[in-house]
C-alpha cells in the first residue's frame, strides 16, 4: 500500500505564511513530483547525456524557491510555474549547444516528434521555442496551453483550472496550436 501524498496546496500555503514546519514536509513531496516531470521531459535523452533528470530539477527548484512572495494558488499553479521554469533551462540548453562554434541550422518540426534535449539536435527545442513565441503574439493562450501541456505535462482539466476555461476549449485550442 502506499503512502498518502501530503496536500501539496495545503502545504504551499502554509509554508508561504512561514510555517517552517510545512516547509519540511512540502520539499520531499514537491522533489518528487518535478522529479518525474524532469523524467518526463528527458526520457527520450541517451542515458549519458550531460543534463540528467536531478539536474533539471535541482535547476528548477532553485529557481522556484527564490521567489520571494509568491502566491501559489494551487498544486497545478505551483507546478505549472516549475513547467514553464524547465522549458526555460531546456532552452537555455539548447542555445548554448546551437552557438556558432557547434554549428547547426533551425528545420521545420512537429511539436508531437519534438525531442526535447539533444546534444545531436538543439535546434529542435530552439525552433520549438520559437515557434512557441510567435504563436503568443498571434495566441498566447494558446502557446500558454502548449507551455502547460507538452512542458508541464497537465492534463487538459489542470491546464483548464490554470487559465480559468473550460476542458472544451483547452481541447480545441490544443488542436489549433499543433495545427500552427
Not at 532552452?91 to 552557438?99: K, T
Not at 490554470?162 to 483547452?170: A, D, K, N
Request: charged share 25%; aromatic share 6%.
Amino acid at each position: 500500500m502506499q503512502p498518502v501524498s501530503p496536500d501539496v496546496t495545503s502545504l504551499l500555503r502554509k509554508f508561504a505564511d512561514g510555517n517552517q514546519e510545512a516547509a519540511g514536509e512540502l520539499i520531499p513531496v514537491v522533489y518528487q513530483e518535478l522529479r518525474r516531470l524532469a523524467v518526463r521531459h528527458l526520457r527520450s535523452e541517451r542515458p549519458n547525456h550531460t543534463l540528467q533528470p536531478t539536474a533539471l530539477v535541482h535547476e528548477a527548484y532553485m529557481k522556484l524557491v527564490a521567489q520571494r512572495n509568491a502566491d501559489w494558488q494551487n498544486r497545478a499553479h505551483f507546478f505549472a510555474v516549475a513547467s514553464n521554469l524547465m522549458r526555460r533551462i531546456l532552452v537555455d540548453y539548447a542555445r548554448r549547444q546551437m552557438r556558432s562554434k557547434r554549428g547547426g541550422k533551425q528545420a521545420k518540426l512537429s511539436l508531437d516528434n519534438v525531442v526535447l534535449v539533444s546534444p545531436d539536435r538543439p535546434d529542435k527545442m530552439l525552433v520549438l521555442d520559437e515557434c512557441l513565441t510567435r504563436l503568443e503574439k498571434l495566441d498566447a493562450r494558446q502557446s500558454r496551453i502548449v507551455e502547460l501541456r507538452y512542458f508541464g505535462g497537465l492534463t487538459v482539466e489542470e491546464a483548464a483550472g490554470i487559465l480559468g476555461v473550460s476542458p472544451t476549449t483547452v481541447r480545441r485550442e490544443w488542436t489549433s496550436a499543433k495545427a500552427y
